[in-house]
């Protein structure tokens, strides 16, 4: 038998993706989760639908968020010391501010990602993982990017993400 056209994948293909057995896969296919189609006895899975599973969507706001933080990513890379001075500038100053101990730990947690560099930085503010996106709401980056920088990252953003009703 020959290959699955390359946007279908077999559940072994899946599973390996995945990181799960080809069993599990079957059972997210039977209960729904997975869409596929049959080709005769077999299973087969669009790549888009494993790679939803893997990349889930965010709501609006963080969404957007990344974006923002895409284009921080950006100035960070072309002038590294400007970026994590700034960065460490905004962080004490947050600290001053919030001198009750109230956010403490996400401040201790961005200390430890800046003393980490550039690259965990990076690495960080564009992940898609839900502590990524935690950190991007607790950003020390506030004034890296200029206002017209950040209008046109929005624009783009509003731009190739349309309002539907479910995310207005």
Not at 41 to 47: D, G, K, L, M, V
Not at 91 to 104: C, I, T
Not at 106 to 126: P, S
Request: hydrophobic share 40%; net charge positive.
């Amino acid at each position: 038998m020959g290959s699955a056209p390359s946007n279908l994948l077999t559940t072994t293909e899946a599973a390996a993706l995945l990181h799960c057995s080809r069993q599990h896969v079957v059972n997210l296919c039977e209960n729904g989760t997975l869409s596929f189609v049959r080709a005769g006895a077999h299973r087969r899975i669009r790549r888009d639908d494993v790679e939803r599973l893997l990349r889930p969507p965010f709501r609006r706001e963080v969404e957007k968020s990344l974006w923002l933080h895409r284009a921080v990513a950006g100035k960070l890379v072309a002038d590294p010391q400007r970026g994590m001075a700034l960065a460490y500038r905004n962080l004490a100053h947050r600290r001053e501010v919030h001198s009750d101990g109230s956010a403490d730990t996400w401040f201790d947690a961005w200390e430890r990602l800046l003393d980490d560099g550039v690259d965990a930085v990076v690495d960080m503010i564009t992940a898609r993982t839900e502590v990524a996106a935690e950190f991007r709401q607790n950003t020390p980056f506030a004034g890296l990017l200029t206002d017209r920088e950040r209008l046109k990252v929005l624009a783009a953003f509003d731009a190739t993400h349309p309002r539907t009703a479910r995310s207005a």
